[in-house]
Every structure is written in structure tokens, then in C-alpha cells.
């Protein structure tokens, strides 16, 4: 964000304090706990304001840091990697959305900001999962997370894994919030969690602080605490039933709120999210993913930009959304070939969700899964059909790794959207095919088991089982 301060709103200086620091953080996510640390690590007083209990979308996320160059896990997996070769990947993956100085030196200081985590208690490991996957089971903690090993990609810098998944049981995002949320403990850092930010106070041209609502003690605030925990939840799995919550959270930080100023002496840090729950914004700056599921917390509302802008900070990039649509594992569904409703091939299937999800030659509107990130819908199906797979000992953590390991899970792959097409001929050609008779049924051959014919039902999207001559794993 950068300042100008004639444009912008804010509210004036004058008024009570009810409490001050040199630093005030607004957010307690991620990018707001990181922020705190160094603040009070270079002797700063800091108070931290969250509207909910904290950790944000950090702590519900997949816990994948990119990270490369030469990290000991890497190492430990006994893979070398290069600033240099993590640089080119980058450059071609992002294609100039990041600047080139900005992603230099992030690939620069890649290993020292992945020591950084584990020093305030972010533990990681250089467990290599043994195949390409979206997320590892939990036996594995390094992987390649992007798409390394695909052309054009594996062409212009050498291949390293580079996702590095925080360690623990379940998604990664839990242990890599909780490492970072007793690093604050363990530091004299006010954090006041129920207290939404809601304006930047200024004094002539600096913001000096900032006015905050929080909620009342007592069962406002616990009905707040526990229908915000429980949206969070339901988000993730079934946004309608989340959005059910929504109205009484609301309503709570209407009328039950004491109104608060803080003041910052030396400056505010604004890590208050995105704005992906912001449906209005959505469709004003990315109309195409405004059908997307939003993926993320409802404090995702654009509020921390919109604080930002009030006092004059200039905002960039905002139709810069990522789709997701997650269809590995199983890894037999990258021996299929991927096309979109006009029986086009979307992309070399072993790419990372967000390609498959936003690149579709001829498809006029991308049709993202999410509109922030990584898809819960076909994932959850799938969870709900492995645990139907009543194979003994099947459970929904190793069920990733047995669908991995034995493909026959085109039924997930239908249940994610996908339907068959007979016609052998490779669509990596990109010939458009015959179309298949409407909705209704057709034949598929698993690709890797027992290649006996199957009866399938079609449903939405097309995509047709062939040999993918692309597939890494023929
Ligand atoms: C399911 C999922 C999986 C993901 N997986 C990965 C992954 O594996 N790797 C990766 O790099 N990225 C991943 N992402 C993206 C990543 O989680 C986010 O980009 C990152 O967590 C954002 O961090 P943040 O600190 O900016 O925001 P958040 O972690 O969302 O924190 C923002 C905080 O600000 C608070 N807040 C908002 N408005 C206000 C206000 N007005 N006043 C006070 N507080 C406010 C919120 O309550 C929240 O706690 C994933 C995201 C999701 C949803």
C-alpha cells in the first residue's frame, strides 16, 4: 500500500486512547503473526486486533510453503535446487504478475525465510512423497507442489520439489498457524482477538492509530466466538450451510460492540486477508470467478484493503484471482485427458490445480471450482465415495495414498464433474471429438488396472479416457 493523504477519508486524531503501542497489527493470521514477531523482535511494543479468534485463512490452509534454493529438506530428500533455476521457474509460472526484483529475492532468501519459520516452531521435514500428488498423504512433507516436472516448465529450469508442508497430522495449515501463534505468545505482544478494525484514525498525513469494535464480555461474546468457529467449518466443506452463520455473527458485531481507539505510535500493519467473501467486490474486480465457491474465512471481506485505500493507499492486481479444481489423486486420473465442454484439452493434466482450473483454450469463461483457492467440493465428495469404498482398513487420510496407489477411482474423478467419451482417437491433438450422445452413459477403460471396459454415467463437463501420451506415468 502506498500514501497519499489528501485523497482518503480516515477519522481525525483527536479523543481517548484505550490503549496504545508502537505497533498495531491488524489481522491475526499468517502474514499479521510473522509481522508481530519481527516488530517485537526489534524491540517494538505490539498489539495485535483480530475480528475473530485468529489464525485466518492461514490456519485452515494447506500449510505448503514454497520454499527452494537449497533447503535442508531438500537436501535431506538428497534433491538439489538452485536460486537460480527457482528463479526461471518462477518467472515462467507467474508470468510477470510478480516484479522481477520482488521474486528475486524471494527465491533469494527462500532458505533463510523457511528457517525463520522453523525457528518460531514450524516444524517441516524432507519426507519426499514418491509421486506427483496435489497434497501428500501424511507420511510425506516434501513434494513437488507446482509443475516442476512439466514441460515447458521442467524445459527452462532444472526441477526441485519445492512445497514444503508444515508437519502434523491433517492439513498443514493447523501446525503452521500454531507454531506461529506461540512464537506471540512467547512475546510480550497484546493480542486482542472479537475486535474488528474498522477505521485508520490519521493526524494530517500519518495514520496514527486505529478505531475498533469490539465485542461485549459475556454471551455475546461466546454465541460470536462459536458461530464464527463453526462458519469457519462449514465454509469449507458446504458454503451454504456456513452462510447460514453469517447473519447472526453479523447481527452480534452490530449490536453487542464497545467502541475502541488505539494508538499507534510508530505505524499499523494491515494483514487483514482478501477479499474473496466479498461477493460485491468479486464481481466488480474479477467478474469471472464470481460463480467460484470462496474459498477462505468470512474476515476475507476486503475490509483490510478497503482500511488501506481509505487513507490514500493505491491497490494493484485486484482481478487477480485463482481458480482450483483438484482431480490428482487418484495419479491414474493424469493417465486420462482433461477437456473442457467443447471436448478441448485444457492443459498437460500433471499441472497444478489452479492451470487446470483457469486455462482452458475456447472456454470463455474460465469455470473455477473456487475463487480463492484450492476446491473443497470435488475433494469432499471424493472423501465421502473413498469412505464408501468399505475396503477393510480404508481410512480417508491413507485412502489418498491407496487411491494413489491402486487407479481405479475413475467414479472420484466422475464425482468431481468429469463424464467419458468412447472415442479412442488422442485428444492431445486437440481435434475436437465426437460429441457423445448428450447426458447418459459410455465406456471407459481404467487406465492402469485391469483395462476391462467399464459402464459409466456422463454428467457435466466432458473429458475423454485415452492414452495421454503426455502422462509421465505411461
Ligand atoms: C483451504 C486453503 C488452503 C490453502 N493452502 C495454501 C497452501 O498450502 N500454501 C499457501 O501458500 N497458501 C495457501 N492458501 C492461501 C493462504 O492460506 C493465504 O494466502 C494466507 O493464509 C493469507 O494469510 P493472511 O495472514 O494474509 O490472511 P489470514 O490468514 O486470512 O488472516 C487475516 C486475519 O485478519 C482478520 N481480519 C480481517 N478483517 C479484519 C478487521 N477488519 N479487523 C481485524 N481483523 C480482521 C481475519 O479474521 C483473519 O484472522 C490456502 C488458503 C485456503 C483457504
New binding site residues.
Given amino acids: 500500500m502506498t500514501g497519499n493523504r489528501d485523497r482518503g477519508a480516515g477519522i481525525s486524531g483527536t479523543g481517548s486512547w484505550d490503549a496504545e503501542a508502537d505497533v498495531v497489527v491488524?489481522?491475526?493470521?499468517?502474514?499479521?503473526a510473522c509481522a508481530a514477531i519481527e516488530a517485537s523482535d526489534r524491540g517494538a511494543d505490539v498489539l495485535v486486533?483480530?475480528?475473530?479468534g485468529?489464525?485466518?485463512?492461514?490456519a485452515?490452509?494447506?500449510?505448503?510453503?514454497?520454499a527452494g534454493g537449497g533447503t535442508e529438506h531438500q537436501h535431506a530428500a538428497g534433491h538439489t535446487d538452485s536460486v537460480e533455476a527457482m528463479l526461471e521457474y518462477l518467472r515462467l509460472e507467474t508470468a510477470g504478475v510478480v516484479s522481477d526484483e520482488t521474486l528475486t529475492r524471494f527465491c533469494k532468501e527462500s532458505v533463510d525465510n523457511l528457517r525463520w519459520l522453523e525457528r518460531h516452531g514450524v516444524p517441516f521435514e524432507g519426507s519426499m512423497a514418491p509421486r506427483k500428488t496435489s497434497y501428500p498423504t501424511n507420511e510425506y512433507y516434501l513434494y513437488y507442489s507446482g509443475n516442476e516436472l512439466a514441460p515447458p516448465f521442467s524445459d527452462t529450469a532444472a526441477p526441485a520439489p519445492r512445497g514444503h508442508r508444515a508437519k502434523g497430522k491433517g492439513v498443514s495449515?493447523k501446525p503452521l498457524f500454531a507454531g506461529l501463534r506461540s512464537a506471540v505468545r512467547r512475546r510480550p505482544i497484546g493480542v486482542r482477538t472479537q475486535?474488528?478494525?474498522t477505521r485508520l484514525i490519521t493526524d494530517d498525513d500519518r495514520v496514527i492509530g486505529v478505531e475498533a469494535e469490539e465485542i461485549r464480555g459475556g454471551p455475546a461474546r461466546w454465541a460470536h466466538r462459536v458461530l464464527s468457529a463453526a462458519n469457519l467449518k462449514l465454509n469449507?466443506y458446504y458454503r451454504p450451510l456456513g452462510r447460514m452463520l453469517d447473519r447472526p455473527i453479523r447481527a452480534i458485531e452490530r449490536r453487542s460492540v464497545v467502541r475502541r481507539r488505539f494508538r499507534a505510535r510508530r505505524g499499523v500493519v494491515l494483514?487483514?486477508?482478501g477479499f474473496v467473501f466479498n461477493r460485491r467486490l468479486l464481481a466488480e474486480r474479477a467478474p469471472a470467478y464470481r460463480r467460484g465457491s470462496s474459498?477462505?474465512?468470512i474476515?476475507?471481506?476486503g475490509?483490510?484493503i478497503a482500511l488501506g485505500a481509505e487513507v490514500g493507499g493505491a491497490t494493484d492486481r485486484m482481478d487477480r484471482v485463482s481458480a482450483w479444481r483438484f482431480y490428482n489423486p487418484p495419479l491414474a486420473l493424469v493417465d486420462g485427458v482433461l477437456v473442457n465442454n467443447r471436448g478441448e484439452r485444457i492443459c498437460n493434466e500433471t499441472y497444478y490445480a489452479p492451470a487446470s482450473a483457469t486455462t482452458s483454450p475456447g472456454n470463455p469463461t474460465p469455470r473455477p471450482t473456487s475463487s480463492?483457492?484450492?476446491g473443497s467440493g470435488p475433494r469432499r465428495r471424493s472423501r465421502r465415495r473413498v469412505r464408501r469404498c468399505g475396503s477393510s482398513g480404508c481410512r480417508p487420510s491413507t485412502c489418498c495414498g491407496w487411491a494413489t496407489r491402486r487407479p481405479t477411482t475413475w467414479r472420484r474423478w466422475r464425482s468431481a464433474g468429469g463424464s467419458i467419451r468412447t472415442d479412442s482417437s488422442t485428444p492431445s491433438s486437440g481435434t475436437t471429438p465426437t460429441p457423445a450422445p448428450g447426458r447418459g452413459t459410455g465406456w471407459a477403460r481404467t487406465p492402469r488396472t485391469c483395462g476391462r471396459w467399464r459402464r459409466v454415467r456422463s454428467t457435466r463437463s466432458t473429458a475423454r479416457c485415452a492414452p495421454n501420451r503426455d502422462s509421465p506415468h505411461r
Fill in positions: 491488524v489481522g491475526f493470521g499468517g502474514a499479521g486486533l483480530d475480528r475473530f485468529g489464525g485466518g485463512a492461514t485452515i490452509s494447506g500449510g505448503v510453503v514454497y495449515g475486535t474488528r478494525v469449507i494483514a487483514a486477508g474459498l477462505g474465512t474476515g476475507d471481506d475490509s483490510g480463492s483457492t484450492n
